[in-house]
């Protein structure tokens, strides 16, 4: 198992590396010129002095105009440019200019090779919320479908009059195909260009607009507030009614990422118009490879500062990366979400000739008329290639002639296989079907070019079983049925990304978990790689990139309910209603195996909507308390520019004492103790206790032991004091503590690092 996951984050990266690095501009490259926090209305006047400051390095305003990309001019100040490394320094060392970096690309997280089942799961809807129809949602993605009848606007009210956003026309989409649902839309490419050539060149279908060739846009935009639509399915699978988080909420597109890529200078510019359009909430379901960068030099952490600031929350994506330590988008500012399962699976199995019946998963539409015979990929390479090369069943391994007419069994070399190509592959040498093994994504389901399914470790072991005593093995792949209630639920997908946060470890990352396997939601219709070559209006599909709406639409949901609420408030009700119990009220565990969690894997826990509405205490914070936050772990002034483009005097706390939902001290020798302030937003006098439980080798104290309340508004301070009396060995041990009035119950998950006694 770990030589595996070793292979695979090489494989990982080296797939990266070559996707990221098509651009060939040998001497010039595309540089953000960041200029910091001052919005000017008129961005004429930006323009122009954006040429003027070019112009003195590349020599003439001519030249200047020719490198320009962008202009950032509404939330924050900079431009975008075609430069050479000696001119981006010189642009660097320009006093009004704060920082300069190149344009990279950051990833949709969802790899196209997770295409799955499910239905929409956030519960709390009712008439009430339905009439609360003013909140904004602003989506980061590949764009959106607009015909799709998940976005028809039947009973939506007029556009809020405070939205600044527009509607930009481009191919095969105008003005009319924004509504009172989606009511804006805007497009950006000049940065990807940039990085990898014209979009035409990509021999690729998509339209240079908003609208969506890719499919992830739309399912993402219509699982937060896609309206109410009866009778949707996937060739039958998930079959029911389909809706967002937020079926009254308003979107507003915003399309910065094409073939699942998405470049630095692009977002920012997504992010400046998102911000000055006026969005409430903003779902990011895409972030940079892991290792996260530092705050200081990643696009989405400056874009989303510049966002908190405004009072926007963001909410994003943790990553699909499998391991310890992958989580990104994990800046404190960030409301970065994890991904578990639903109570829902996709079973279609296989019947061997000798009557056994072999459980597998797969969103297989299609029906196989007879048993035919089954042949492991193993005993069917072709001609001097090895065995255990052919059990991948990648292309030109396999003897034709040997998997013609028959079910080939496959496994997995890496996590990160593409498994459809593989049943191409199989489809391309003759085979009529595909068995593959995959214990680590087993309950994953995917779209085939023929019948196919996935099996886990103990039916492969049957299945192995069966080959190695029958001479004639046969079997029968049978279509997907849906199965209900299936338990436990939640559980963590295997692959969800994990903390610590690798940039500031004092604040737990992931914050949250949401259902991201197998969800279904609206699709692009001319989006067909993912879905076995067949064209859908609806599609299952898996990754954090799922996860992530579901939050921003429950996010949407409380706003809508508490529109003066911070960011923070919110993300603070989100996190302390959570759960971390499962449907047997067991601990959530986390696939394939059932192992044990710990808030890396999930934060505070899954997601409750209802309860998030009325969380009783809210922990706040603001800007200002980040940057004393930033300060305090060694953040330059530069550093501190970087994000804001503003001035600041520094007050440094103690990373642990951001006043943050969870507590985390990743350092700690000694005793600790940690302050914190809950405001009560409860409505009646009351009285709150603290319940701990104490991380393993840690006393834990609370003072003062009681917090009284008269009415909504009032802020107490509490102190939680860590006597440690066991070194935790370099890892974390973990602990919570709740408070209670025996009807609100607020809950932070602990985690500490004890280095020394
Ligand atoms: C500011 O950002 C630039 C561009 O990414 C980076 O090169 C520089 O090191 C950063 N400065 C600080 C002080 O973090
Ligand atoms: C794109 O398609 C054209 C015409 O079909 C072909 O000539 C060209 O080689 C293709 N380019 C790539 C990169 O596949
Ligand atoms: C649901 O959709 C299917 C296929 O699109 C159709 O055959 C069926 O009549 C519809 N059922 C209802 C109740 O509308
Ligand atoms: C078989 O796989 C190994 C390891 O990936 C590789 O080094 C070798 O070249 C492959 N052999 C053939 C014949 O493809
Ligand atoms: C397999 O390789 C052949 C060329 O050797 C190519 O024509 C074909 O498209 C490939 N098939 C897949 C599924 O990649
Ligand atoms: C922890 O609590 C135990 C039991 O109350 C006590 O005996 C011990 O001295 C405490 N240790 C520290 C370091 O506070
Ligand atoms: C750390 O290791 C020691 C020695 O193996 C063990 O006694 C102790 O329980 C461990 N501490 C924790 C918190 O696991």
Redesign the pocket.
């Known amino acids: 198992m770990n030589k595996l996951i070793i292979n695979t984050l090489a494989l990982l990266l080296l797939f990266m590396y070559v996707v990221t690095n098509e651009a060939t501009s040998i001497t010039k490259k595309h540089y953000i010129v960041y200029m910091g926090d001052h919005s000017y209305p008129d961005s004429d006047s930006v323009i122009s002095s954006n040429h003027d400051l070019l112009a003195s390095v590349t020599g003439s305003t001519r030249q200047a105009k020719q490198a320009a990309i962008h202009h950032y001019s509404k939330s924050f100040r900079g431009f975008s440019a075609i430069l050479t490394a000696e001119q981006a320094q010189q642009l660097g060392e320009t006093e009004s200019v704060i920082s300069v970096f190149e344009s990279k690309t950051h990833k949709l997280q969802t790899t196209h090779s997770w295409d799955f089942l499910g239905v929409d799961n956030v519960p709390q809807n009712n008439a009430n919320i339905e009439s609360k129809s003013d909140v904004i949602v602003g989506v980061i993605d590949s764009g959106v479908w607009p015909e799709s009848e998940s976005f028809n606007d039947n009973g939506l009210g007029p556009v809020p009059k405070r939205f600044k956003g527009e509607c930009v026309a481009g191919d095969q989409f105008t003005v009319e195909n924004c509504n009172r649902k989606i009511i804006g839309a805007r497009y950006y490419f000049k940065g990807i260009e940039e990085l990898d050539g014209p979009l035409e060149s990509q021999n690729k279908t998509f339209f240079r607009s908003a609208r969506d060739s890719d499919g992830h846009g739309t399912h993402v935009a219509s699982t937060i507030a896609g309206s109410v639509v009866n009778n949707v399915s996937l060739f039958g699978m998930a079959s029911g009614t389909a809706r967002g988080g937020m079926p009254s909420a308003r979107l507003a597109i915003y399309k910065a990422c094409w073939f699942g890529f998405c470049s630095d200078a692009d977002l920012l510019l997504a992010f400046d118009d998102a911000i000055h359009d006026g969005v409430d909430i903003i779902s990011l379901s895409l972030g940079p490879d892991f290792p996260q960068p530092s705050f200081f030099t990643d696009v989405n952490s400056i874009g989303s500062f510049h966002a908190l600031q405004k009072g926007i929350l963001v909410s994003a994506s943790a990553g699909n990366s499998f391991l310890p330590s992958t989580a990104i988008n994990v800046a404190p500012w960030i409301l970065t979400v994890a991904a578990s399962s639903i109570d829902r699976d996709f079973f279609s199995n296989v019947y061997l000739g000798n009557s056994k019946i072999l459980q597998g998963t797969s969103l297989n539409p299609l029906k196989m008329d007879k048993y035919y015979g089954i042949i492991s990929a193993t005993s069917a390479a072709a001609n001097g290639v090895p065995p255990m090369n052919a059990s991948f069943c990648t292309?030109?391994t396999l003897d034709h002639n040997l998997i013609k007419g028959k079910i080939v069994v496959c496994t997995i070399e890496t996590v990160t296989d593409s498994r459809r190509?593989k049943a191409?592959?199989v489809r391309?040498g003759g085979g009529v079907g595909m068995i593959l093994i995959d214990p680590l994504l087993a309950n994953v389901g995917f779209q085939f070019v023929i019948p196919a399914t996935l099996i886990g470790q103990n039916e492969a072991l049957v299945h192995q079983e069966y080959l190695t005593t029958e001479k004639n093995p046969t079997g029968k792949i049978n279509p997907t049925t849906t199965v209900f209630k299936t338990s436990p639920a939640p559980t963590m997908a295997a692959f969800s990304s994990m903390g610590p946060n690798v940039i500031t470890p004092d604040i737990l990352k992931p914050d949250i978990t949401a259902p991201g396997v197998n969800i279904l939601a609206a699709w692009s219709p001319v989006a067909t790689d993912g879905t076995g070559g067949r064209s859908t209006d609806y599609n299952i599909i898996s990754g954090t990139s799922m996860s992530c709406p579901h939050i921003s639409g429950v996010a949407a949901i409380i706003k809508s309910y508490h529109p003066s609420w911070s960011p923070s408030a919110i993300k603070s009700a989100i996190m302390t209603t959570a759960t971390v119990m499962d449907s047997t009220l067991k601990p959530i565990s986390r696939d394939p195996f059932g192992s044990p969690t710990t808030p890396f894997d999930f934060g505070s826990g899954h997601v409750n909507p209802v309860a998030a509405l009325d969380p009783g205490l809210i922990y706040d914070y603001g800007a200002d308390d980040i940057l004393n936050f930033l300060c305090g772990t060694g953040a330059t002034r530069a550093d501190i520019q970087n994000l804001t483009g503003a001035p600041f005097k520094c007050n440094p706390i103690p990373s642990y004492d951001l006043n943050y939902p969870s507590i985390g001290v990743s350092s700690m020798k000694g005793s600790v103790s940690v302050l914190r302030t809950v405001t009560y937003v409860g409505n009646v006098p009351t009285v709150f206790k603290p319940f701990v439980e104490s991380p393993s080798g840690v006393n834990v104290t609370v003072t003062p032991h009681k917090l009284k309340f008269k009415e909504a508004g009032e802020k107490m301070s509490f102190r939680v004091r860590f006597m440690p009396y066991q070194s935790s060995n370099g890892s974390f041990v973990f602990g919570s503590v709740t408070w209670s009035d025996g009807i609100y119950n607020v809950r932070s998950p602990i985690g500490l690092n004890v280095i020394s006694v």
């Open positions: 292309n030109n190509k191409t592959v391309d």
